[in-house]
């Protein structure tokens, strides 16, 4: 009766854990898209800020921010997280983590040159 008890208990510990070890994982997945989002957020914020001022990334060229540079720096950014979601969608939790915080501190920088650009007078018509 003794073995059956612990048979049992093992089988539940089991399934609890592997239960937690899915939640864990999804719960990752959900943050990793939410990092998504606020890169999207704060490449559209940082494009709107940029919008009849003078670019000054060599890249994109030095003249006045529009159409065309925005589609550059958004279509840009669409293919990195595009090709994060299609490297990351099989791997474990702790991937996921490290590139979440990756993705959170670049939007925070974007964020930052978006408020820096935010302050910079436009472009005389």
Request: hydrophobic content about 50%; glycine content about 8%.
């Amino acid at each position: 009766m003794r073995k059956c008890i612990v048979i049992l208990l093992f089988c539940g510990v089991t399934v609890q854990a592997e239960s937690l070890a899915e939640s864990l994982a999804a719960r990752s997945k959900k943050l990793l898209m939410a990092s998504f989002a606020a890169v999207t957020a704060a490449e559209a914020a940082d494009s709107a800020s940029s919008w009849g001022k003078l670019e000054s990334n060599p890249v994109l060229g030095q003249s006045s921010f529009g159409i065309g540079k925005a589609s550059a720096k958004i279509g840009v950014v669409s293919a990195v997280l595009a090709g994060e979601y299609l490297v990351l969608r099989h791997r474990r939790p702790s991937v996921y983590k490290a590139m979440t915080v990756v993705n959170f501190a670049g939007a925070a920088a974007l964020g930052g040159i978006a408020y820096r650009n935010s302050q910079i007078a436009p472009l005389p018509k």
